[in-house]
């Protein structure tokens, strides 16, 4: 147990849905990240928040938004949901700043079907 | 672009010793980390390289060569739970938590 929590762990939508899922990070930590992960492939990275900011993204369309709360829980939305959609969506905490140790903490995901 | 290669599936016997391997292509490569995941599950953290050399936690044991943008991930006294998916992954700079995954390892631990 790594004390992130993701909810909600299954959904269903259909193309053109909006999708919030949501993600409480591990006590102490204040950097979040999202990844999506396709059926058999490695998690790929959306973009991360520190301290309420976004200072990252990877190769994701302006469709994929998120949010980081003063908790520093955070939350992704996904507008206009397409088929490609369909994945395990991984939330991972840290602690932000010097001393990377290398090591995320990851929550169970959020699996998104979109028929 | 970035990009990560490993073996996309190993079968090993209980007991005997796998060693995965991982050859990575990225700007800005900070350091190397390992994920386990059990079907259905989250990955979990195993080990880092941020320098060259070998790094030993319990059985497992990760290895970094930077000059031949490479590591492994050595496995040793294997159990039948060790069974999962492995992967590799590279930090791209430091205060950074982007991490570029590869596909994967499927790891079979057979009787």
């Known amino acids: 147990e790594t004390g992130v929590t993701q909810s909600p762990t299954h959904l269903i939508k259909t193309r053109g849905q909006q999708v919030t899922l949501r993600c409480s990070s591990q006590?102490?930590?204040?950097?979040v990240s999202w990844y999506q992960q396709a059926l058999g492939q490695g998690p790929q990275f959306i973009f991360q928040y520190y301290r309420e900011e976004e200072n990252g993204r990877g190769n994701f369309p302006p469709r994929f938004s998120g949010l980081q709360f003063p908790n520093y829980s955070s939350e992704l939305n996904v507008n206009a949901l397409e088929l490609d959609d369909s994945a395990l969506y991984l939330c991972?905490?840290?602690?932000?700043?010097?001393?990377?140790?290398?090591?995320?903490?990851f929550g169970e995901g959020s699996r998104l079907t979109v028929l | 672009g970035q990009s990560l290669e490993q073996p996309s599936e190993v079968t090993a016997v209980e007991g005997a010793i796998v060693q995965i391997n991982c050859t990575y292509q990225?700007?800005?490569?900070?350091?190397l980390s390992w994920y386990q995941q059990h079907d259905g599950g989250a990955p979990t953290f195993l080990s880092y390289n941020a320098l060259d050399g070998l790094e030993e936690t319990g059985r497992f044991s990760s290895f970094l060569s930077r000059s031949d943008s490479y590591g492994y991930l050595l496995l040793q006294e294997l159990q039948m739970k060790d069974s999962a998916s492995y992967f590799c992954?590279?930090?791209?700079?430091?205060?950074?938590?982007?991490?570029?995954f590869g596909k994967g390892t499927k790891l079979s631990v057979i009787p």
């Open positions: 991972a905490s840290s602690l932000g700043g010097t001393g990377n140790t290398g090591e995320l903490f």
């Open positions: 990225t700007s800005g490569f900070y350091g």
């Open positions: 006590s102490g930590h204040n950097t």
């Open positions: 992954a590279a930090f791209l700079g430091a205060g950074s938590y982007q991490l570029t």
